[in-house]
């Protein structure tokens, strides 16, 4: 979704940052005011979340998305994220809508 970035922020070059809050692990814009959120809850465990935001400046929106956000499912965190669920040492605990999903994958 790196276009999708550079597309509403134009002056974005390198979407490597470092949030204000340390458990922000990444942030995906998924319209111009929604975005979508990844923190860590654990020394190793990270949930996903989603919100409304100004749309201004998302890294410094992000942690109210966390804050303020709905958690959402493993089934969306899989699309949005998929470096962090590859990423070793990293579990993705949030809720899922079937409990089988996981198992079955």
Do not use: C, Q
């Not at 999708?4 to 974005?12: E, G, H, L």
């Not at 809850?41 to 804050?67: L, P, Q």
Request: hydrophobic share 40%; glycine share 10%; no cysteine.
């Amino acid at each position: 979704m790196l276009w999708f970035w550079k597309t509403f922020n134009p002056t974005i070059v390198n979407r490597e940052t470092t949030y204000e809050d340390s458990r922000i692990l990444g942030g995906e814009p998924l319209d111009w005011h929604v975005l979508a959120v990844a923190a860590k809850v654990g020394t190793n465990e990270w949930r996903a979340y989603i919100g409304g935001v100004e749309g201004k400046d998302y890294d410094d929106e992000a942690a109210g998305v966390v804050a303020n956000g709905s958690e959402i499912p493993y089934e969306m965190a899989e699309i949005f994220f998929k470096d962090l669920m590859r990423t070793p040492g990293l579990r993705f605990v949030g809720k899922t809508h079937s409990p089988t999903y996981i198992e079955d994958r």
